[in-house]
């Protein structure tokens, strides 16, 4: 059974900083992962998908990376803004079916 | 392109009351997804539809819980009778097709209390 962990729960950073949100999952037999933003009372939007094939992607100020034989993708945001505070959720799909299986999320804070 | 719609935004029932959401996905996409997110958990899925068969719903408590897609279009998921367990934000989603290539769209939630 897949699990994705997102670690740490919660961060807390200044304004300006830059900052690495880490997910990790179990069964390396993934089509792709993707990371999502979640503000509060509001759905999910995509910020970057990466297939299994790809090591990296890159959209602005963020940069996703993945290593699927170490199970292991990190979210790095450059030059942090209080407009990117919200929750990051990681999410893979397993091969073989259709839905995705997503971490707990890291609720991040960027402090003016 | 309007986004995938739900409604109501929240509700409020108390346990063993039955409730209603519904979901409007976007214009032409064939797969309608709905989640359950409850609060410091990422979200886990109930069931998926293919136009208006089922995909999957291994993880639907069939108990309780049921959901319909009329005409491959709208979609409602209904919980009767409600536990405080339930209380959770309910997320549905839609995609163009089911396959691995194709990227989901999340609409707002629908948040339910059961007291």
């Known amino acids: 059974k897949q699990e994705v962990t997102q670690i740490p729960a919660a961060l807390s950073v200044p304004e300006g900083e830059n900052l690495v949100l880490n997910c990790s999952f179990t069964d390396s037999a993934i089509y792709n992962l993707q990371w999502f933003r979640q503000d509060p009372g509001k759905g999910l939007t995509s910020l970057l998908l990466i297939q299994s094939s790809q090591r990296e992607q890159t959209s602005g100020r963020l940069n996703a990376s993945l290593d699927k034989s170490s199970g292991r993708s990190t979210l790095y945001i450059a030059a942090s803004q209080p407009g990117d505070s919200a929750t990051y959720l990681c999410?893979?799909?397993?091969?073989?079916?259709?839905?995705?299986?997503f971490g707990q999320g890291t609720r991040l804070t960027i402090n003016p | 392109e309007a986004g995938v719609a739900q409604s109501p935004r929240y509700k409020i029932i108390e346990k063993r009351q039955s409730v209603a959401f519904w979901c409007n996905p976007i214009?032409?996409?064939?797969?309608l997804y709905w989640y359950q997110q409850i609060l410091g958990q990422g979200p886990k899925l109930l069931i998926q539809?293919?136009?208006?068969?089922?995909?999957?719903d291994s993880q639907l408590p069939k108990d309780r819980f049921s959901a319909e897609r009329l005409k491959g279009v709208d979609s409602t998921l209904k919980i009767q009778p409600a536990k405080l367990e339930d209380s959770a934000v309910y997320l549905c989603?839609?995609?163009?097709?089911?396959?691995?290539?194709?990227?989901?769209?999340f609409g707002p939630g629908t948040r339910l209390t059961v007291t």
């Open positions: 989603a839609s995609s163009l097709g089911h396959g691995r290539t194709y990227e989901q769209y």
């Open positions: 539809f293919q136009n208006n068969g089922v995909v999957d």
């Open positions: 999410a893979v799909r397993i091969q073989g079916a259709q839905k995705l299986v």
């Open positions: 214009s032409g996409h064939a797969t």
